[in-house]
């Protein structure tokens, strides 16, 4: 079982910054992939970024490459959202997500990704 805490949303001007923090308990997650994802009023849940537990290898959606960092600190079991350059449509709850995957995909892989474990969601609103 695998529990997972997200914290850190809030109001933010566009062009400002935050940190998503994603609390994860319950188990070991050398071969989990850890990803956020976010979903805005009206509009379906998307892919926003993931890192992969074990590899470190990171993957990012079109929409938030260059904007938006995923990391993790393996001590604390905690993965990070850095959110620079926020812009209005970023406005959305941020979701935190898990799941084992096994061996190495492509980015194109997590854009259709439907992990198991799911936070409660954090939610994120820039003002323009």
């Known amino acids: 079982q695998v529990q997972l805490v997200e914290s850190g949303g809030g109001l933010v001007q566009a062009g400002g910054s935050l940190r998503l923090s994603c609390a994860a308990s319950g188990r070991t997650f050398s071969s989990y992939v850890v990803g956020w994802f976010r979903q805005a009023p009206g509009k379906e849940r998307e892919f926003v970024a993931a890192?992969?537990?074990?590899?470190?290898?990171?993957y990012y959606s079109d929409s938030v490459k260059g904007r938006f960092t995923i990391s993790r600190d393996n001590a604390k079991k905690t993965v990070y959202l850095q959110l620079n350059s926020l812009k209005p449509e970023d406005t959305a709850v941020y979701y935190c997500a898990a799941d084992q995957v096994i061996g190495y995909y492509s980015e194109s892989f997590y854009y259709n990704w439907a992990p198991y474990y799911w936070g409660q969601g954090t939610q994120v609103t820039v003002s323009s």
């Open positions: 890192i992969n537990w074990s590899l470190y290898s990171t």
